[in-house]
T-cell receptor, first 117, second 112 residues
């Protein structure tokens, strides 16, 4: 049973460049989340997909950020015109379909650490 | 901004000791999750709680969902060196559409 995978694990880019990260959720998990974590802080919610539909976006997700999940499986997070303030760990999590109990459980990937120079 | 309070920021204990951490909020949560994170890695789920008053164990870890639904507690018994890491509480607020709100985490150090 493979967990959530994320690629790349590390990315160094120059300010102004575009970057794209990929997340592969646990198979059969229909819900997928992106979070951002800066040093000394807990993860902060960015966006949420149920299947291919993007159901919620945080105010943290500026117009330079876009996330997709075209076939309801893997997801990509793109940051355009990167800024130094975008430097952070970007985490992906997935959850199985909600049963009758509506219990929530999210499993995280290893993250992609972004450094913008 | 984050709405879950975890303190202190760091805890130092001796191997073999028990340690308790709590997580509080001014808002009501329907779900509490406790995670452990090692440097450079993603958070790993330790325990999930879904009902007020619920007490759940996972090996040497025990967590409780507070009766008021505004807090949760994690206890680690007989600590060992591999318990070192950052412990985060996370919760789902009523009507929050599954998104998790995290605390800032507590860094645990275990002296051999």
């Amino acid at each position: 049973d493979t967990g959530v995978s994320q690629n790349p694990r590390h990315k160094i880019t120059k300010r102004g460049q575009n970057v794209t990260f990929r997340c592969d959720p646990i198979s059969e998990h229909n819900r997928l989340y992106w979070y951002r974590q800066t040093l000394g802080q807990g993860p902060e919610f960015l966006t949420y997909f149920q299947n291919e539909a993007q159901l919620e976006k945080s105010r943290l997700l500026s117009d330079r950020f876009s996330a997709e999940r075209p076939k309801g499986s893997f997801s990509t997070l793109e940051i355009q015109r990167t800024e130094q303030g975008d430097s952070a760990m970007y985490l992906c999590a997935s959850s199985p379909p909600r049963g009758r109990t509506l219990q929530e459980t999210q499993y995280f990937g290893p993250g992609t650490r972004l450094l913008v120079l | 901004g984050q709405q879950l309070n975890q303190s202190p920021q760091s805890m130092f204990i001796q191997e073999g000791e028990d340690v308790s951490m709590n997580c509080t909020s001014s808002s009501i949560f329907n779900t509490w999750l406790w995670y452990k994170q090692d440097p450079g890695e993603g958070p790993v789920l330790l325990i999930a709680l879904y009902k007020a008053g619920e007490l759940t164990s996972n090996g040497r870890l025990t967590a409780q969902f507070g009766i008021t639904r505004k807090d949760s507690f994690l206890n680690i018994s007989a600590s060992i060196p591999s318990d070192v890491g950052i412990y985060f509480c996370a919760g789902v607020q009523a009507g929050a559409n599954s998104k998790l709100t995290f605390g800032k985490g507590i860094t645990l150090s275990v002296r051999p």
